[in-house]
């Protein structure tokens, strides 16, 4: 016999995301005493105390951080089999989050084809920077996550994806453009003397960068940090200064010759995309699917990104 209930481990569950009931019984549609009585009832059965009081906050303590990834995974379980007996749907609602580049450019025909295999499920994708996307994969709000930057961390899993890379870009009338007609590429000494527009920290794309500027960053002028790359894009055609983005972001402004590409050919500007998912993560059949799909994509993409040319 089972001596707890579903409601029990979602009331567990959403105050251990929000760490205080009012917030949580909101969200349940409950009262607070109903939310406070289910919470006390599975701490009494399991002579457990899976949270810290820390004046109105309730913080998860060790007993707590080892209960919320099971308890996530039979939730997930059991909301694809109330899916399945009230739909007969295959695939469930899921929850994707992407940085800023993939969201763009990439996610959304991967979500037009998902929703065409699938169109009974729901898919709701949530555009971030790498590290938001990390720590909302960690704290299950999200399924899984398409990022760009390079992480650990042992509650993740992190599979390989597709290969990109960053380039160098300005305005046709900048004086580095005309430079690297002479000269076949920007030097050390041209990068250090540019003013740059950047991403901000915490970016995977900004990651990148500072990862092939390395030996430079302390002599580089970074004039601005942007969180957007059609910001930085339209400050770049504004001449006030140059950007590295990913590719897969200028290919159009390249062809209408807005920006052109500056060739850096000392420094690698090559990096790697990333799926992650949390390792206890229940993988319901619409996350499978997603997964395989991102997977299949690999199939219709250059796993080698050649870098745009450069006008002579």
């Given at each position: 016999?089972?001596?707890?209930?579903?409601?029990?481990?979602?009331?567990?569950?959403?105050v251990a995301h929000y760490e205080h009931l009012t917030r949580a019984a909101d969200t349940l549609s409950l009262s607070q005493s109903?939310?406070?009585?289910?919470?006390?009832?599975?701490?009494?059965?399991?002579?457990?105390?899976?949270?810290?009081?820390?004046?109105?906050?309730?913080?998860?303590?060790?007993?707590?951080?080892?209960?919320?990834?099971?308890?996530?995974?039979?939730?997930?379980?059991?909301?694809?089999?109330?899916?399945?007996?009230?739909?007969?749907?295959?695939?469930?609602?899921?929850?994707?989050?992407?940085?800023?580049?993939?969201?763009?450019?990439?996610?959304?025909?991967?979500?037009?084809?998902?929703?065409?295999?699938?169109?009974?499920s729901t898919i709701r994708l949530d555009v971030a920077n790498t590290h938001q996307i990390v720590q909302k994969i960690l704290n299950?709000e999200l399924d899984m996550g398409l990022i760009e930057g390079e992480v650990s961390h042992p509650e993740l899993h992190i599979e390989?994806?597709?290969?990109?890379?960053?380039?160098?870009?300005?305005?046709?009338?900048?004086?580095?453009?005309?430079?690297?007609?002479?000269?076949?590429?920007?030097?050390?000494?041209?990068?250090?003397?540019?003013?740059?527009?950047?991403?901000?920290?915490?970016?995977?794309?900004?990651?990148?960068?500072?990862?092939?500027?390395?030996?430079?960053?302390?002599?580089?002028?970074?004039?601005?940090?942007?969180?957007?790359?059609?910001?930085?894009?339209?400050?770049?055609?504004?001449?006030?200064?140059?950007?590295?983005?990913?590719?897969?972001?200028?290919?159009?402004?390249?062809?209408?010759?807005?920006?052109?590409?500056?060739?850096?050919?000392?420094?690698?500007?090559?990096?790697?995309?990333?799926?992650?998912?949390?390792?206890?993560?229940?993988?319901?059949?619409?996350?499978?699917?997603?997964?395989?799909?991102?997977?299949?994509?690999?199939?219709?993409?250059?796993?080698?990104?050649?870098?745009?040319?450069?006008?002579?």
């Amino acid at each position: 016999m089972v001596h707890f209930t579903l409601r029990q481990l979602q009331v567990f569950l959403a105050v251990a995301h929000y760490e205080h009931l009012t917030r949580a019984a909101d969200t349940l549609s409950l009262s607070q005493s109903a939310t406070s009585s289910a919470l006390k009832d599975l701490e009494t059965q399991f002579s457990l105390t899976l949270f810290d009081r820390v004046g109105k906050r309730l913080q998860l303590n060790e007993q707590g951080r080892l209960l919320r990834p099971k308890a996530e995974a039979l939730l997930a379980q059991a909301q694809e089999l109330e899916q399945s007996l009230r739909q007969h749907a295959q695939a469930g609602p899921i929850s994707v989050g992407a940085t800023l580049s993939i969201g763009n450019y990439l996610a959304v025909g991967l979500m037009a084809e998902y929703m065409a295999q699938h169109p009974q499920s729901t898919i709701r994708l949530d555009v971030a920077n790498t590290h938001q996307i990390v720590q909302k994969i960690l704290n299950y709000e999200l399924d899984m996550g398409l990022i760009e930057g390079e992480v650990s961390h042992p509650e993740l899993h992190i599979e390989p994806w597709q290969q990109d890379t960053l380039v160098v870009f300005c305005h046709p009338n900048h004086p580095l453009a005309q430079r690297q007609r002479t000269q076949g590429g920007l030097t050390d000494d041209d990068l250090q003397h540019a003013t740059w527009i950047l991403r901000e920290t915490g970016s995977g794309t900004r990651q990148a960068f500072d990862r092939a500027m390395h030996g430079l960053l302390p002599n580089l002028h970074i004039g601005l940090e942007l969180q957007h790359t059609e910001a930085i894009k339209r400050a770049v055609e504004a001449q006030l200064g140059i950007g590295c983005l990913s590719q897969i972001t200028l290919s159009d402004a390249f062809s209408s010759g807005r920006l052109v590409p500056l060739a850096v050919p000392q420094r690698d500007f090559s990096r790697q995309l990333y799926l992650i998912t949390h390792r206890q993560k229940f993988l319901s059949t619409g996350l499978k699917a997603w997964i395989a799909l991102c997977q299949q994509s690999l199939h219709d993409t250059p796993t080698s990104p050649s870098t745009p040319s450069v006008p002579a």
